[in-house]
């Protein structure tokens, strides 16, 4: 057992339990216009003011008609026309057919529409090449949602599946949850941003854009610190702007337990530890805890750790800060290993993996190579992270394997 598979560490799952059992969403709310509204949370669950569709309507182009009039004929007299916001004014009386175009008023006394290939038109005389069943190609009135029904719940976020719904209600605003504010900042002597040359023992910070780019994903809005000195004059600096600007703090770097890992003392100096270390691969040294009314999430410094921890861990975090009540995790799925993965038990892996569905139309997943915790190729080369239980060694090609799909964060 080697220095990172101590016993005693908290499993993943744990962690994650004692992170929601703590965070309770943020109370305030605001009025958004749909056309804002997009990747928001809904604070307010959304009924139909309207029906969906709000009148009956032709399914197709051709002729609206009564079905009992082609019981004993098969000719219709042609006495008008319903098109799509122009409908027929009059009553479509025994014996006639009004002409009708896709998305327009069933005019009154019909109840069905053939379409026009199976019609032969001579003047004003329809004749119908077949017989119709009750109301074939007829949207009905409320068809897709009834008046007064709850259509969206409070707490879903708005995507691209919301808008055009909300859109059709004509529920121009709404009320949404605030964002949450999220601070954040690397820590390291050794980094230097992007756009500088690097000197001897030097690295660029690409934590930062990682962790920038995943919590405006999950909704934040951020403030980024920049990168802070292994000094702790400077680090409680930083935690001091954060917890007077933010609900959260999202550090990277310095929770480990080396001679320059200051992260974790000064907080446990200014708030309060929930808990370091846990049982998860890589990742171990993240830190959770509060500083005043901030929550402090403190990922470790390699760069995969970062990215996984902030993953796993902060985004349900930050998905039930933000009232997002109906957040899904990732989703799990079973898939063969095609190759070998490396392992031993003790934590949590999140290895990261390629999966694909083979000509036999099988789930396949296979590693991305070098697993180091600071080899962030893997991160690009997957597409799913290879969940191996805690106490699960090695895996051999041909097992089944655990995979988690990346949700929409990632990309
Ligand atoms: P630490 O957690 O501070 O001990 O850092 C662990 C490893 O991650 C070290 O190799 C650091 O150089 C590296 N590291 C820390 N912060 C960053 C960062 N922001 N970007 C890239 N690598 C980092
Ligand atoms: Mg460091």
């Known amino acids: 057992m080697g220095?990172?598979?101590?016993?005693?560490?908290?499993?993943?799952?744990?962690?994650?339990?004692?992170i929601l059992a703590d965070v309770k969403p943020l109370s305030s709310v605001m009025t958004v216009a749909l056309s804002d509204a997009m990747g928001r949370v809904l604070a307010e669950d959304i009924l139909s003011p309207i029906n969906v569709p709000p009148f009956a309507n032709s399914a197709m182009d051709g002729y609206a008609l009564r079905a009992d009039d082609l019981k004993d004929s098969d000719t219709l007299v042609l006495s008008g026309k319903s098109f799509a916001g122009a409908p027929f004014e009059g009553v479509c009386e025994a014996g006639q057919c009004i002409r009708i175009m896709t998305g327009a008023q069933m005019p009154e006394g019909?109840?069905?529409v053939i379409m026009q290939e199976e019609t032969e038109v001579e003047g004003d005389n329809v004749r119908f090449l077949i017989k119709p069943k009750a109301h074939d190609n007829v949207r009905p009135i409320g068809d897709d949602i009834h008046q007064g029904d709850t259509v969206i719940a409070k707490?879903?976020?708005?995507?691209?599946?919301?808008?055009?719904?909300?859109?059709?209600?004509?529920?121009?605003?709404?009320?949404?949850?605030?964002?949450?504010?999220?601070?954040?900042?690397?820590?390291?002597?050794?980094?230097?941003?992007?756009?500088?040359?690097?000197?001897?023992?030097?690295?660029?910070?690409s934590n930062r854009y990682g962790i920038r780019a995943l919590l405006e994903k999950f909704g934040c809005d951020v403030l980024d610190l920049g990168i802070i000195p292994d000094n702790p004059e400077k680090l409680r600096a930083a935690f001091k702007k954060a917890t007077t600007e933010a609900?959260?703090?999202?550090?990277?770097?310095?929770?480990?337990?080396?001679?320059?890992?200051?992260?974790?003392?000064?907080?446990?100096?200014?708030?309060?530890?929930?808990?370091?270390?846990?049982?998860?691969?890589?990742?171990?040294?993240?830190?959770?805890?509060t500083i005043d009314n901030t929550w402090f999430c403190g990922l470790p410094g390699n760069p995969v750790s970062a990215m996984l921890t902030l993953y796993q861990l902060v985004q349900p975090m930050l998905a039930q800060l933000?009232?997002?009540s109906q957040y899904q995790p990732p989703q799990r799925i079973t898939a063969k290993a095609t190759t070998l993965f490396k392992k031993r038990p003790g934590r949590t892996d999140f290895q990261r993996g390629i999966y694909q569905i083979n000509p036999q139309?099988?789930?396949?997943?296979?590693?991305?190579?070098?697993?180091?915790?600071?080899?962030?190729?893997?991160?690009?080369?997957?597409n799913c992270f290879v969940v191996l239980e805690q106490e699960r060694g090695r895996v051999s090609p041909g097992e089944d394997v655990t995979i988690e799909l990346f949700n929409h964060s990632m990309y």
């Open 247 to 289: 609900d959260v703090l999202v550090t990277s770097g310095g929770v480990s337990v080396g001679e320059a890992d200051y992260t974790k003392d000064i907080l446990e100096e200014q708030g309060e530890i929930g808990f370091w270390k846990i049982a998860m691969k890589p990742g171990k040294p993240f830190a959770f805890g």
């Open 361 to 382: 139309g099988q789930l396949e997943v296979a590693t991305t190579g070098n697993q180091g915790s600071g080899a962030f190729s893997s991160m690009h080369q997957a």
């Open 322 to 324: 933000s009232g997002h």
């Open 155 to 205: 707490g879903t976020r708005i995507t691209a599946r919301e808008m055009p719904l909300l859109a059709s209600l004509g529920i121009a605003e709404f009320t949404v949850f605030a964002r949450p504010v999220a601070a954040f900042f690397s820590t390291g002597d050794e980094l230097r941003p992007v756009g500088e040359p690097l000197a001897a023992g030097q690295i660029y910070d």
């Open 3 to 18: 220095c990172c598979d101590a016993p005693g560490l908290m499993p993943v799952e744990t962690a994650l339990d004692k």
């Open 110 to 112: 019909t109840d069905v």
